[in-house]
């Protein structure tokens, strides 16, 4: 069965340091998503991504976030300058166009920042 | 606006007993609503989903939900609890438009036995 893939599953960086956390979603969809989930807290949306541009954001979402889709295959989400409270688990989501509007999480990658 | 709001951060059954998971949710759009399980160090898992079709669905592992309007109710259970239902369980709420799923803040499933 696809799945959406992430890379990698943990990552260590020390605040100011730039991250790229990559995913690969499921081949056939077309929408594509970024979640936080902070230790102990709900999970929240930070960015939704169509048709090679952003379609909706959060607040948390700001200029220190970026998205890419380099290839026909990667996802990427890019954090500039990592501060302490970026410290969380980043899950990348999909979903094909129509259906039930499920989406489809990968594993998550657990960001550290020290 | 879309929020959800799930009662009880954490339950505890035994094993064998019925789970019931609440999930209250508010939407001033007709709603998409989701149950995801995450078990632990893994990802996000569909449980079950109801987007205006049956409003009892049914899903993986022998969980089901019934959607009820007039509650702004999307409560999740099973008949009889299995030690390996241990998990955090969330519900979420979209649209049909497609967009950002709004989720609770979880609950976490404790299953002795």
């Known amino acids: 069965e696809p799945e959406v893939t992430q890379t990698p599953s943990h990552q260590v960086t020390q605040m100011g340091q730039e991250v790229i956390l990559r995913c690969v979603p499921i081949s056939n969809h077309l929408y594509f998503y970024w979640y936080r989930q902070i230790l102990g807290q709900k999970v929240e949306f930070l960015v939704s991504f169509y048709n090679n541009e952003i379609s909706e954001k959060s607040e948390i979402f700001d200029d220190q976030f970026s998205v890419e889709r380099p290839d026909g295959s990667n996802f990427t989400l890019k954090i500039r300058s990592t501060k302490l409270e970026d410290s969380a688990m980043y899950f990348c989501?999909?979903?094909?166009w129509g259906g039930g509007y499920e989406q489809y999480f990968g594993p998550g990658t657990r960001l550290t920042v020290t | 606006a879309q929020s959800v709001t799930q009662l009880g951060s954490h339950v505890s059954v035994s094993e064998g007993a019925l789970v019931l998971l609440r999930c209250n949710y508010s939407?001033?759009?007709?709603?998409?609503l989701f149950w995801y399980v995450q078990y632990p160090n893994q990802g996000l898992q569909l449980l079950l989903k109801?987007?205006?079709?049956?409003?009892l669905v049914k899903g993986i592992n022998g969980f089901e939900a019934e959607f009820k309007k007039s509650e702004t109710s999307f409560h999740l259970t099973k008949p009889s609890a299995h030690m390996s239902d241990a998990a955090e369980y969330f519900c979420?709420?979209?649209?049909?438009?497609?967009?950002?799923?709004?989720f609770g803040k979880g609950t976490t499933l404790s299953v002795s036995s």
């Open positions: 979420a709420v979209g649209n049909q438009a497609g967009t950002a799923l709004i």
């Open positions: 939407s001033s759009v007709p709603p998409y």
């Open positions: 109801y987007t205006s079709a049956a409003t």
């Open positions: 989501a999909s979903r094909p």
